[in-house]
C-alpha cells in the first residue's frame, strides 16, 4: 500500500476528516492530493500530519506499527512453544499470521523465519517433504544474505534429509555452510554451534567416529560464547550421545541432565520428552534397567501428549529393548508391534531398522525364520540410510543367528561383512 491510501487508512481509523486532519497547518486539499497520490508530501507534512494522528512517521511511511517486531518475535516464539506442546493448530495460526504480516510489509528475514517455523511444524507431524520445500523457501529468501542467517533453514533441512535415510546429504549440506562461514571469516558462535552440533550425530551414524569426537569438542568449545538455549540444550543432546557411543555414560547423563534443564527453562515439553528418552537409553547401557524404564515411560507420556510420533516409536523399540531383558519377550513384541505400525505412516527408515532388529532377537530362540527376515529387512534399511555402526551391529547379531542354525558359511559372511564395515569406520 502506498503513502496515500495509507494516510486515508488511518485518517479514517482515528475518525478525522480531510479537513481535521489539515489545520492550521495545511488545507484539505492538500490532504485529498496526498491521498489521492497525485502529490507527495513534505517532511514537514509527514511529521505535522503523524502527530496529528499519533503515530510515528515510520509508521505512516510503512505502516509498521513501532512494535510490529516485538510481535512478531513474541508470535515465532509462541508458535514454536506450541509445536512443542503438541497444539499443531495454534501454531499453525500463529505461522501463518507472522507470514502474513512479514509479507504485508515486505520483511524479508521473518519470511523466511516464518517458513522455518512452519517447515518445524511440518516436520513435526512427519510430513518431511514438505518440510524440506519450506526449509528451500526460507533458504531462497534469504538468497545472498550472511551465511549466519542460514544456519537454522540448513540446519533443519539436513534434519529432515537424514531422518529420511540419507545421511549422507545431509553431512554435504551441513559441511558446504561450514565451509561458508569459514571462508567469509564469520565467527559467529551461534551459527557456527548450530551447524557443529547435529554434525556430531551425522557423523556417528556414518561411522566416522573421529570427526564425530571433533564436531563434538568444537561445539564444546564455542558453547560458553552462546547465550541460546535452546541451540545449547540440543548440542547438549547430541553430545551426549557421542559420550554414549564411546561409553562415557556418566558424562552422557550429565549433558542430559543439563538439556533437560534448558529445555524445561523454555517450556518445551516435547524436547524434555527427547531428553527422557535418551537418558533412558544411557541408563540402560549402564544395566539399571528399572531406572532406565522409568525415564523411558516419562518420555513415551510426552510424545503421546505432544502428538509426537516418530518419538514415540523410537521410546517403544527401546522400551521393548529393556522389557526384553527383563524377561518379557510378548512385551517385547507388543511395544515394537506398536513402533512398526507408526512407523508404517511414518518416514523414520533408522528406527523402523531398529525395530526389526529388535524384533528379530525376541524371535531369535523360538522362531530363527522370522528373526532372520527381520535381520535382513533392518540391514536393507541400514544399507539404505548409511548408518555404518548400525548395520555392522546387525550383520554381527545376523552371523550369531546363521552360526547357532548351523549355517556356518552365512554366519561367516555376515561377520565378514561386519569386520569390513568396522575396519572402514576406524581405518
Known sequence: MSLGPRLKR?????????????????????VSTIESGRRSPSPAALDFFAGKLGIGIEELMTGRSPSLVSELELALQEARIMISAGDFEGADNR???????????????????????????????????????????????????????????????????????????????LESLLTSLRVAGLDDPSALLRIQAPLVQVYMDLGLQKKADAAAAE???????????????????NVARNHLNRGELDEADNDLRRAEDLFREMDLHREIGVAHLARGVTISRGGDLDRAREQLENARAVFMKTN????????????????????????????????????????????????????????????????????????????????????????????????????????????????????????
Not at 561445539?219 to 540440543?234: E, I
Not at 528373526?371 to 534399511?381: D, F, G, P, T, Y
Not at 546363521?402 to 549355517?407: F, P, S, T, V
Open 219 to 237: 561445539a564444546l568449545r564455542l558453547a560458553p560464547d552462546v547465550s541460546d538455549r535452546s541451540n545449547l540444550a540440543q548440542m547438549f543432546v
Open 308 to 427: 509426537d510420533e516418530v518419538e514415540l516409536a523410537n521410546t517403544y523399540c527401546e522400551l521393548a529393548r529393556v522389557t526384553r531383558l527383563q524377561g518379557d519377550l510378548e512385551g517385547a513384541r507388543s511395544m515394537l508391534g506398536s513402533a512398526v505400525d507408526i512407523l508404517s505412516r511414518k518416514p523414520a527408515p533408522n528406527i523402523l531398522a531398529w525395530a526389526y532388529r529388535e524384533l528379530a532377537t525376541c524371535h531369535a530362540d523360538q522362531e530363527p525364520d522370522i528373526a532372520e527376515k527381520n535381520l535382513r529387512a533392518s540391514i536393507e534399511l541400514y544399507e539404505r540410510t548409511g548408518e555404518v555402526v548400525e548395520l555392522a551391529t546387525t550383520y554381527r547379531i545376523l552371523g550369531d543367528l546363521l552360526h547357532q542354525r548351523g549355517d556356518d558359511r552365512g554366519g561367516c559372511e555376515a561377520f565378514r561383512t561386519g569386520i569390513v564395515l568396522v575396519e572402514r569406520m576406524y581405518g
Open 10 to 30: 488511518i485518517r479514517l481509523a482515528k475518525g478525522l476528516t480531510q479537513k481535521e486532519l489539515a489545520e492550521p497547518a495545511y488545507t484539505h486539499a492538500y
Open 95 to 173: 505461522y501463518a499470521e507472522v507470514r502474513t504480516k512479514a509479507r504485508r510489509y515486505e520483511l524479508v528475514r521473518f519470511q523466511a523465519r516464518a517458513a522455518e517455523v512452519g517447515a518445524l511444524l511440518l516436520e513435526r507431524q512427519g510430513k518431511l517433504e514438505e518440510a524440506l520445500e519450506l526449509y528451500e523457501d526460507s533458504l531462497r529468501l534469504l538468497e545472498g544474505e550472511s551465511p549466519a542467517t542460514l544456519a537454522d533453514a540448513t540446519a533443519g533441512k539436513a534434519r529432515c534429509a537424514h531422518a529420511m535415510g540419507d545421511a549422507h546429504y545431509a553431512a554435504y549440506l
